[in-house]
């Protein structure tokens, strides 16, 4: 097989026989060879050279971004959203604490009073005089012997006063009846308590009531023979002669004593 000879126009020429290409042809007018790159960040692209009619143009770069879409709003970040309420929040917490301290500001200080504080004056109450009267005569002082079911022994009236002083002021129409008793017992047992002494107003019986001031109540015992209790009693009732009687559990009248009128 004999190589064909290398013609003037170089290896590869195709001889006869062979296909043959045709050179790129040289840019038209206004066009450049080398292609266009990007610019370096922070510079402005410069607008691509005007093209005359009937020839090629790249592009802008700000023509390649896609517009949104019409009709609707791009979605905010929601970034956007926390730090706006944020913001909101901050700024009423700011306005409660200015207007909390609004009322502690120099300017806004109830101003001092300049009245003097009333005078303090103490009154002394004068003592109210009451009207007193000691009973006598009739059984007071007297030892009336008597015999329960139990014992025996003695019922003396010591002292009858007639008194409007008292704990509270006695109902109108009526005092206090202050009685000073001795009981002993010469026999057996006697029990004795302020209700077993009784006084009566005709057919009305009165037991020791509240109201009267006793310096030396009456306790209740129980006597056995040779003791004796000495206290006092207090009623309340309209003035009058009374009687006091001496009574055992069952209301049985054992001695009985006169009481003078106021």
Not at 173 to 194: F, H, M
């Amino acid at each position: 097989m004999t190589r064909p000879p290398d013609d003037a126009d170089g290896i590869g020429t195709p001889g006869s026989g062979q296909p043959s290409f045709a050179p790129p042809a040289a840019p038209a007018a206004g066009m450049s060879a080398t292609p266009p790159f990007p610019q370096p960040p922070g510079q402005p692209v410069p607008p691509p050279p005007a093209a005359t009619p009937g020839t090629w143009a790249p592009p802008h770069p700000d023509s390649l971004v896609a517009p949104p879409p019409s009709g609707r709003r791009p979605p905010r970040p929601r970034r956007s959203r926390r730090v706006a309420v944020a913001a909101v929040l901050a700024g009423s917490l700011l306005l409660i604490g200015v207007l909390s301290v609004l009322p502690l500001l120099p300017g806004q200080a109830p101003a001092p009073r300049t009245t003097a504080p009333p005078a303090l004056v103490t009154a002394t109450p004068s003592p109210v005089p009451t009207a007193a009267s000691t009973a006598t005569g009739a059984g007071v002082g007297i030892p009336v012997p008597f015999t329960g079911a139990d014992g025996s022994g003695t019922l003396t009236l010591t002292r009858a006063v007639w008194t409007d002083a008292g704990e509270l002021a006695a109902p109108a129409g009526q005092r206090y009846l202050v009685l000073d008793v001795t009981i002993s017992c010469t026999g057996g047992s006697v029990a004795v308590t302020p209700p077993s002494l009784l006084v009566t107003s005709g057919d009305t019986g009165t037991l020791p009531a509240f109201g009267p001031s006793l310096e030396r109540p009456l306790a209740g015992v129980e006597l056995s023979p040779g003791a004796q209790v000495s206290g006092q009693v207090g009623y309340v009732l309209a003035p009058g002669a009374v009687r006091l009687h001496l009574v055992d559990a069952a209301l049985r009248r054992l001695a009985t004593v006169e009481v003078p009128a106021p």
